[in-house]
């Protein structure tokens, strides 16, 4: 990247104690330290903040001196795991760097003069750098050191197990022999479920996702662990609203990458990332980002990319280990998920994978049309749920070098409720770019749905439409009358095997094609069950998940159809 500064002057012009917080960023913009470029990138800001501080445009101070007590704090901690147990909490250069930055800026006038500037923190890292142990250290410093009357301290997770990892790093630091002057000193004591501190009437305590405690918070810090594990925002809204009550109140996302591209978390972490590469007149001020990892491209196993995801690879990574588990993720494609996500913070999408994004992106079709000339037009329809997703899809046919290609275009419905009740965070967006239609009501209208896919047979003479019975007799019945050939396949592993195995080869092949991000979605979201007879079929993750799968299904259900009956060469419907 290009600098429109000479930063090097810049640091060299610091005072020494400024400089110390500087020295991560100024040694990755030297290129001294590997990392990507979203990290580079947030390195210059920090140092374009600091040439910008104190005027008009950008009304705040930087002071490293908060920082400073922070990274000392520190120093008096002790560890309590691994091979490091019981020894001083001593932070890398690129923690010093986080935390001076969160701890030093502050608004220089107005009436927040003096209050912190950041009320946001996002850290994206890899497991294993420490994130959740450094956040307990800053939980107890929030509840004790930082000057704020009756501090409220959270830690939030999306059960309760994982929102106490923070909680009981923390209390561990004050149940420690070693600690127990410091911790009289600092008037904190640790009770079951929450820890008191008797001199500023302080409190923190560790929340659930489920937890019916939430509302009527006045929250000082909020730590909201694992954010990729939540599957929509109402956990970190609640949280916000109690965090709006005070001056220099921070919410605070630490997080490795995930496996859902609809979540929140991975919606967040774009935003995220938006606000750091954008221009500084439209950048957030309040937001502090730090996102690690793998960039695309980079070779998963080389040890190059492993130092971007992990910025204590010299300090707290087992080498040994993680070597191992890329080794095993290079010859087991089952492995490979859990080292994109955890081991190089990748967002990888599709956790136990049946079709690859890799192998469904390649088949990617912008110039495919509907109206084309096809051999054979079969349609799938899934009608389970009416009161979320359900579609039709039309998979019309090719000859293409003597192979059968499958040309897919879904047309999927939800009802209004479901976009205004954040059902998934996407559906507005994908309304907006029409591959998703919306009908008013709290659930789909059958009647307004039967019509448009009778209107569909017609206009592109679809042959025959094939689906799930289940819930869908109006809907047979309602094709039927209009003199259209309408089939229920069962859900079978015997009725649907030939037709998976079809449509997996066919991807492998590049022999599907397709353009609607909801039927991808729905590709990624699908598992592959096998029964005891090694007959299998696409399903959901479980049958209460929200990840759909209604366009790969009824796309199934049409393939399926159209082997029984010869791709309607014959007049004979098996089923």
Same mark, same amino acid.
């Given at each position: 990247?290009?600098?429109?500064?000479?930063?090097?002057?810049?640091?060299?012009?610091?005072?020494?104690?400024?400089?110390?917080?500087?020295?991560?960023?100024?040694?990755?913009?030297?290129?001294?330290?590997?990392?990507?470029?979203?990290v580079?990138?947030?390195?210059?800001n920090?140092?374009?903040?600091f040439?910008?501080?104190?005027?008009? $445009?950008?009304?705040?101070?930087? !002071?490293?001196e908060t920082?400073?007590?922070?990274r000392?704090?520190?120093l008096?901690?002790y560890?309590?795991?691994?091979p490091?147990?019981?020894?001083?909490?001593?932070?890398? $250069?690129w923690?010093v760097?986080l935390?001076?930055?969160f701890l030093?800026?502050?608004?220089a006038?107005?009436?927040?003069?003096?209050?912190?500037?950041?009320?946001?923190?996002?850290?994206?890292?890899?497991?294993? =750098?420490?994130?959740?142990?450094?956040?307990?250290i800053?939980?107890?410093?929030?509840?004790c050191?930082?000057?704020?009357?009756?501090?409220?301290?959270?830690?939030?997770?999306?059960?309760?197990?994982?929102?106490?990892i923070?909680?009981?790093?923390?209390?561990?630091?004050?149940?420690?022999?070693?600690?127990?002057?410091?911790?009289?000193?600092?008037?904190?004591?640790?009770?079951?479920?929450?820890?008191?501190?008797?001199?500023?009437?302080?409190?923190?305590?560790?929340?659930?996702?489920?937890?019916?405690?939430?509302?009527?918070?006045?929250?000082?810090?909020?730590i909201?662990d694992e954010l990729?594990?939540h599957?929509?925002?109402?956990?970190?809204?609640?949280?916000?609203?109690?965090?709006?009550?005070?001056? &220099?109140? #921070?919410?605070i996302?630490?997080?490795? #990458?995930?496996y859902?591209?609809?979540?929140?978390?991975?919606?967040?972490?774009?935003?995220?990332?938006m606000?750091?590469?954008?221009?500084?007149?439209?950048?957030?001020?309040?937001?502090?980002?730090l996102?690690?990892?793998? !960039?695309?491209?980079?070779d998963?196993?080389?040890?190059?990319?492993?130092?971007?995801a =992990?910025?204590?690879?010299?300090?707290?990574i087992?080498?040994?280990s993680?070597?191992? %588990?890329?080794?095993?993720?290079?010859?087991?494609?089952?492995d490979?998920?859990?080292?994109?996500?955890?081991?190089?913070?990748?967002?990888?999408?599709?956790?136990?994978?049946?079709?690859?994004s890799?192998?469904?992106?390649?088949?990617?079709d912008?110039d495919?049309?509907?109206g084309?000339?096809?051999?054979?037009?079969?349609?799938?329809? $899934?009608?389970?749920?009416?009161? $979320?997703?359900?579609?039709y899809?039309?998979?019309f046919?090719?000859?293409?070098?003597?192979k059968?290609?499958?040309y897919?275009?879904?047309?999927?419905?939800?009802?209004?409720?479901?976009i205004?009740?954040?059902? =998934?965070?996407?559906y507005?967006?994908?309304?907006?770019?029409?591959?998703?239609?919306?009908?008013?009501? !709290?659930?789909?209208?059958?009647d307004?749905?039967?019509?448009d896919?009778?209107?569909?047979?017609? %206009?592109?003479?679809?042959k025959?439409m094939?689906?799930?019975?289940?819930?869908?007799?109006?809907?047979?019945?309602?094709? &039927?009358?209009?003199g259209?050939?309408?089939?229920a396949?069962? &859900?079978?592993?015997?009725a649907?095997?030939?037709?998976?195995?079809?449509?997996?080869v066919?991807v492998?092949? &590049?022999?599907?094609?397709w353009?609607n991000?909801?039927f991808?979605?729905?590709?990624m979201?699908?598992?592959?069950?096998?029964?005891a =007879?090694?007959?299998?079929?696409?399903?959901?993750?479980?049958k209460?998940?929200?990840? %759909?799968?209604?366009?790969?299904?009824?796309?199934?259900?049409?393939?399926?159809?159209?082997?029984?009956?010869?791709?309607?060469k014959?007049?004979?419907?098996?089923?």
């Open positions: 990247m290009t600098y429109e500064f000479d930063f090097k002057e810049l640091y060299e012009g610091m005072d020494e104690l400024t400089k110390s917080s500087y020295r991560y960023p100024y040694d990755v913009l030297c290129g001294n330290i590997i990392t990507n470029k979203i580079k990138k947030s390195c210059y920090a140092f374009e903040d040439i910008r501080q104190n005027t008009p $445009d950008f009304p705040f101070y930087y !002071e490293p920082g400073e007590r922070f000392k704090f520190c008096v901690m560890h309590y795991k691994g490091v147990a019981g020894q001083p909490v001593v932070l890398d $250069d923690q760097f935390m001076s930055q030093g800026w502050h608004y006038e107005g009436e927040n003069k003096g209050y912190r500037r950041f009320r946001e923190i996002y850290l994206s890292v890899a497991r294993g =750098n420490g994130k959740s142990f450094m956040m307990s800053l939980a107890l410093w929030g509840m050191c930082d000057g704020e009357g009756g501090p409220e301290v959270y830690s939030a997770a999306t059960d309760r197990t994982q929102a106490e923070v909680f009981g790093g923390t209390k561990a630091q004050i149940t420690n022999p070693k600690q127990h002057k410091l911790m009289k000193y600092l008037g904190v004591r640790a009770l079951d479920k929450k820890i008191l501190c008797t001199k500023n009437n302080g409190l923190y305590r560790a929340l659930s996702r489920d937890s019916q405690r939430m509302d009527g918070l006045n929250i000082h810090f909020a909201v990729h594990a599957p929509n925002r109402s956990t970190w809204d609640v949280l916000r609203s109690g965090a709006n009550k005070r001056k &220099q109140s #921070a919410m996302a630490i997080t490795t #990458a995930g859902d591209l609809t979540s929140f978390g991975f919606i967040k972490d774009e935003s995220i990332r606000n750091i590469e954008c221009h500084p007149a439209i950048r957030n001020p309040n937001i502090l980002g996102i690690y990892g793998a !960039e695309e491209n980079d998963p196993y080389d040890e190059t990319t492993s130092k971007k =992990n910025p204590c690879w010299n300090s707290a087992d080498k040994v993680f070597k191992s %588990k890329a080794y095993d993720a290079r010859r087991i494609p089952t490979r998920p859990e080292f994109f996500t955890k081991m190089l913070n990748i967002w990888f999408n599709n956790a136990e994978g049946w079709i690859t890799e192998d469904l992106n390649k088949c990617y912008k495919m049309f509907e084309d000339k096809y051999e054979c037009r079969i349609s799938g329809f $899934d009608l389970a749920y009416v009161n $979320d997703l359900c579609c899809v039309n998979v046919t090719k000859t293409i070098d003597n059968r290609h499958y897919i275009f879904p047309h999927a419905y939800v009802p209004s409720r479901a205004t009740n954040n059902v =998934n965070l996407k507005q967006e994908w309304v907006d770019e029409k591959q998703l239609n919306v009908i008013e009501g !709290e659930a789909i209208d059958t307004r749905f039967n019509q896919l009778i209107n569909n047979m017609k %206009k592109y003479d679809v025959a094939a689906g799930d019975a289940w819930q869908a007799t109006p809907t047979l019945q309602a094709i &039927q009358k209009a259209k050939k309408a089939v396949v069962p &859900q079978t592993t015997k649907l095997t030939q037709a998976t195995s079809e449509f997996s066919a492998m092949e &590049q022999r599907v094609h353009n991000k909801v991808h979605w729905n590709c979201n699908a598992r592959l069950y096998i029964d =007879n090694d007959l299998f079929k696409p399903v959901k993750e479980h209460d998940s929200k990840k %759909k799968i209604d366009t790969v299904a009824a796309t199934i259900n049409a393939i399926a159809y159209g082997i029984e009956n010869n791709w309607a014959s007049s004979i419907a098996i089923y």
